[in-house]
T-cell receptor
Framework: ETGVTQSPTHLIKTRGQQVTLRCSSQSGHNTVSWYQQALGQGPQFIFQYYREEENGRGNFPPRFSGLQFPNYSSELNVNALELDDSALYLC???????????????FGEGSRLTVL | AQTVTQSQPEMSVQEAETVTLSCTYDTSESDYYLFWYKQPPSRQMILVIRQEAYKQQNATENRFSVNFQKAAKSFSLKISDSQLGDAAMYFCAYRSAVNAGNMLTFGGGTRLMVKP
């Protein structure tokens, strides 16, 4: 069974640039969510994708956007990067049944983004 | 909105001893889930233990157990027979039982150090 994998593991960008982070969900999982974890803090929920649509969003501006593909993998896109966007970005996947009951969340090891 | 508070930024325990990590939360909901996650230096969040709010019995998983006090909105984690591999960041998290999907609200974390 393949776990949640994320790429890249580390990257450095400059303020104003755009970044795309990628996530492959665990085998059998159909729901992907993204979290931002600033240094020394707990993760904060960005958004969730189910059936290729965003169906839940935290308190993040529209320049944070995402996609989910038919194979349930996902991308997180951040436009107009700001210094405060420097953080570990965690992807998590789970299986959601037709009754929208969501099972256990499995996390990847994250992508560490540094914005200079 | 729900909030989760971990008042102990750091805790230390001697190997083979017992340690308790504290967590309090604030919610107006009656049905929800509570979790403890472990985040080692590898950065991957690993589920340690889960508690459903409607269950009065405290959850246990081998050396890990919780003390769930619903009225006090308290959810502490007890680690018995501490091992060197238990050293990590520990996060308490809350999830609503109603249409919350994978939206977890995390506390700020407690760094656990285990002394040999």
């Amino acid at each position: 069974e393949t776990g949640v994998t994320q790429s890249p593991t580390h990257l450095i960008k400059t303020r104003g640039q755009q970044v795309t982070l990628r996530c492959s969900s665990q085998s059998g999982h159909n729901t992907v969510s993204w979290y931002q974890q600033a240094l020394g803090q707990g993760p904060q929920f960005i958004f969730q994708y189910y059936r290729e649509e965003e169906n839940g969003r935290g308190n993040f501006p529209p320049r944070f956007s995402g996609l989910q593909f038919p194979n349930y993998s996902s991308e997180l896109n951040v436009n107009a990067l700001e210094l405060d966007d420097s953080a570990l970005y965690l992807c998590a996947s789970s299986f959601t049944s037709g009754s929208l009951h969501t099972g256990e969340l499995f996390f990847g090891e994250g992508s560490r983004l540094t914005v200079l | 909105a729900q909030t989760v508070t971990q008042s102990q930024p750091e805790m230390s325990v001697q190997e083979a001893e017992t340690v308790t990590l504290s967590c309090t939360y604030d919610t107006s909901e009656s049905d929800y889930y509570l979790f403890w996650y472990k985040q080692p230096p590898s950065r991957q969040m690993i589920l340690v233990i889960r508690q459903e709010a409607y269950k009065q019995q405290n959850a246990t998983e081998n050396r890990f157990s919780v003390n769930f006090q619903k009225a006090a909105k308290s959810f502490s984690l007890k680690i018995s027979d501490s091992q060197l591999g238990d050293a990590a960041m520990y996060f308490c998290a809350y999830r609503s039982a109603v249409n919350a999907g994978n939206m977890l609200t995390f506390g700020g974390g407690t760094r656990l150090m285990v002394k040999p």
